[in-house]
């Protein structure tokens, strides 16, 4: 029988990281073109997609990778937060890209996923789920 070995902290963050980057590019695109109103409502979409996208990666983060008891609360506060501040910067940039920059919702998107993913797993690793540090 083959022995499992248990996956590290970060290495679960990558993975999961990964599964949640792929459901948000995934979910947004897909609202749009699924929704005929939101094809020029973008920014309806985007606030859906965002709350939506905020529960699933919390559910993941804390479940898959840090794996803490309780606190949930606390917890979602924080990394909502985190991700709030985010989401406001977003709500800036994006129709400042689509209709200054003539770029496409979906790639104005892509640019900030990849914000997050330098910036989340300190935030996350360090300050939302700490007590499964201590």
Do not use: D
């Not at 499992?4 to 963050?13: D, E, G, I, Y």
């Not at 990964?18 to 947004?28: P, R």
């Not at 977003?90 to 892509?110: D, F, I, K, T």
């Amino acid at each position: 029988m083959a022995k499992v070995v248990p996956l590290n902290r970060p290495l679960r963050f990558l993975i999961a990281g990964g599964v949640n980057t792929v459901f948000g590019l995934a979910f947004y695109p897909l609202l749009l073109w699924s929704v005929p109103y939101l094809h020029t409502h973008y920014m309806i979409a985007l606030g859906i997609a965002q709350a939506v996208c905020l529960c699933f990666a919390f559910a993941i983060y804390k479940l898959a990778v840090f794996r803490t008891r309780g606190n949930v609360l606390r917890e979602f506060g924080v990394f909502s937060g985190f991700y709030l501040f985010n989401y406001a910067a977003n709500w800036v940039a994006l129709p400042v890209l689509v209709e200054l920059a003539g770029v496409s919702p979906v790639y104005g998107q892509l640019a900030f996923t990849f914000v997050l993913i330098v910036t989340s797993w300190l935030w996350h690793s360090r300050v939302t789920f700490r007590s499964a540090e201590a």
